[in-house]
């Protein structure tokens, strides 16, 4: 903070010390301060970051939720949840597939706000009716509905967090929505997870009970966000209706596009990084609920115990999120891939030396595992961001979402049977081979065609890499910072 004349005793040590306080406020704005596209508001930022939480907690709570229907609501026999978990998994990703698309073109053509309202509410149905299925089949149906939802709002999640910040900030927004994605994950772990347990505790319910009060708070939580979402988020698109791209154009978009070396880059890292949040939430759990059981706890007991080694990790991310949003605005964005890969490769290769995610001595694997992640995740959306037109934006980032599915839709279904036939670890040691095939991709990306480099020198603007100045870095008017 910048020291108060007024309460300052002015003199040499006095003066030196206002400047060094100065300089330390200075160097925090220019750091750490959002800059907003033209138009956006405070309200639609935070507004955003409420929906980002949300969107969260119900996306990692579906995966890891369902451990608990699986084993207290349908009776499935443990040997069989991991294939069963997959193909449910499958059968949700493969909807989400045919959907991303035409939902990322309506993103462009009708705005990013009725797509999102559109997808948390059907996302709150798949879980209203979640706990009420007699049969996996029935708990199909649910997911599939869940699936329609989650199309429509992450897509148009994803497209705001490009749409709201300057360029210059793109990679900090990202990575404060990432703390906001945190929270969302921690209360999935700290509150929603342990609602069973509370209310067997403290108003005996039985499992079934709680798990369907589990659920319904979640899908209130939908319907919330969804008016949120209606009176906070922006209108329209960051393109006037009649500069919009055309429906056909829009659908091909991410195909042709695609051809941009940096944006497959990005397309290829979606296809790890969108598949880690459920590959995490689905194995972890369910290994968690098996290693529980052999010591003689409950899956409730169980989940509430990993819940506490999932907030851990989490809550490290979310410290790290400012400094990596910082890192990224700071560096080529490809060259900010390159590190995210080194980290996630390293994480989940090591996930081979786990013994349990409920013995606490592991917790510097998922430090590692979870720091990963995050990182990728925040470098391929703030590089797709960079490369993507904006009036094809949303479709481009659909497309990335497509690719993200198409990643779970692999590693979750063929994860479920690795975990069935080799062990717990085994759909974490496949997804780091595929990392490391990709860092070495992406390290020849950065060799030959790295693309624009973001970085502020003084009053400077962003790098190509030739050293041109792209555009001003200083806050132009109409933009705002926060």
Known sequence: MIANPQTEKIGPNGLV??????????????????????????????????CAFVGVTVLAGASILQNYLLTEHLGIPRGEQGTIAGDISMWTELTAILLFVPFGVLT?????????????????????????????????????????????????????SNDYPAENSRGKLIAYTSMFNIFGTIFVAAVIMRIPLFMDENYGFDPVEGGKAMYLVAACLCIVAAVAARFGLAPGTPVKK?????????FISGLKHGRNPRIALAYASAFAARSDLVIKGMFLALWAIHD????????????????????????????????????????????????ALIFASVGYLSMGFVTSPLDFEMLPFFIVIALGSSFML??????????????????????????????ILIFTAGGGRLYDAIGPSAPFVAAGVYQVFLLGCAIW???VAPGQSIIRRGGEGPQTSGGQSASPLATQPGKQSI
């Open 378 to 407: 925040k470098a391929s959306l703030t590089l797709i961001g960079q490369e993507a037109p904006v009036k094809e934006r949303g479709s481009i980032i659909a497309a990335s979402s497509m690719w993200g599915a198409i990643g």
């Open 445 to 447: 990306i950065r060799i």
């Open 292 to 339: 529980g059981g052999e010591r003689g706890l409950s899956p409730a007991a169980s989940m509430a115990q990993y819940g506490i080694m999932l907030a851990i990790m989490q809550g490290v991310s979310m410290a790290v999120a400012p400094g990596a949003g910082w890192f990224i605005d700071r560096v080529n964005r490809v060259t900010a891939t390159v590190i």
């Open 108 to 160: 462009d053509r009708i705005g990013r706000r009725p797509v999102y309202i559109i997808g948390i509410l059907f996302i709150g149905l798949g879980y209203g009716l979640a706990p009420f299925a007699t049969d996996w089949i029935e708990l199909l149906g649910a997911r599939l509905i869940f699936a329609v939802g989650m199309a429509a709002a992450a897509g148009a999640i994803a497209t705001l």
């Open 242 to 250: 009649r500069d919009r791209a055309g429906a056909v154009t829009l």
């Open 17 to 50: 010390n206002r400047i060094r306080r100065s300089k330390q406020y200075i160097w925090l704005r220019d750091n750490f301060a959002l800059e907003l596209a033209p138009g956006i508001t405070w309200l639609n930022v935070n507004t955003k970051f409420f």
